[in-house]
């Protein structure tokens, strides 16, 4: 069932609590809502897994002050772990996801515990971009679906895939994810997260380029990094990449308390 919490700024956030055990926060790619997680959060028994729907997204509203930033959207989610009762959570963001996660853990690393970066990148000097035939073809109306079809998972992925997109967004949202996204710059502050990090990447993620993996899981300090071999930017539907998260999690419990 899906409940909402409510953002400094007044705006709504949706999200839904599933299961029981160490809570698991779970974060979606840019202009995805929760349902991005559908295939994965049954592989994750064992936590009480926190699936959020960014501003703009799903059941969430479109964020109330204009500010479309990764590092809002992290406040977004400490305004859920409040709603929900939840002093300290394990955190696992996906793509912009991930961006999102990154400023949990830095600006507020007393509400996480470990941290899981999926397929993305710190930003700023970080940024290894994509060939440029990439986002050339996902800038076309007539080539966009397709790549980003692509892009996500091959072609032994039954379709309908969960990550292609919340067509319910208004265009004021799309544009704010694609800014947020864009603009994203934690280089400087992933440095001084303090929280275990494991970094996965799929090998063959050609939307955000395994070296970026490489990069983040070197500016961490202690960071672990897992390359999927053949997987593509959402490796969790290829390869789903649970087994490493429950190892890595069961490794680094919650403190008591």
């Not at 994965?40 to 509203?61: C, I, M, P």
């Not at 990069?215 to 390869?239: D, K, Q, S, T, W």
């Amino acid at each position: 069932m899906s409940v909402r919490a409510v953002a400094p700024d007044g705006t709504g956030i949706g999200f839904d609590v599933r299961g029981s055990g160490e809570p698991l926060v779970l974060l979606a790619g840019q202009a995805n809502a929760r349902h991005w997680w559908s295939t994965v959060r049954e592989g994750l028994a064992g936590y009480r897994t926190v699936a959020v729907d960014t501003a703009g997204t799903g059941t969430s509203d479109d964020a109330a002050d204009h500010d479309w930033s990764t590092r809002r959207f992290a406040r977004d989610v400490v305004a859920v772990l409040d709603a929900a009762g939840i002093g300290r959570a394990h955190v696992y963001g996906t793509s912009m996801g991930g961006r999102v996660a990154q400023w949990v853990a830095a600006d507020h690393p007393d509400r996480v515990g470990a941290l899981v970066l999926g397929c993305t990148t710190a930003g700023g000097p970080g940024t290894v971009a994509p060939d440029p035939e990439v986002p050339r073809r996902l800038a076309d109306p007539a080539t966009h679906d397709g790549e980003l079809r692509r892009l996500m998972a091959g072609p032994q992925i039954p379709d309908p895939l969960p990550v292609l997109g919340d067509d319910t967004m208004s265009p004021a949202a799309r544009a704010g994810h694609r800014r947020a996204s864009a603009r994203h710059d934690a280089w400087d502050a992933v440095a001084t997260i303090t929280a275990p990090t494991l970094v996965l990447h799929g090998g063959d993620d050609e939307l955000t380029p395994p070296d970026n993996g490489f990069r983040l899981a070197r500016r961490i300090p202690g960071a672990e990094l897992v390359v999927l071999p053949g997987a593509r930017h959402a490796y969790f539907l290829e390869r789903r990449a649970t087994d490493e998260v429950l190892t890595f999690l069961a490794r680094h419990p919650l403190p008591p308390g």
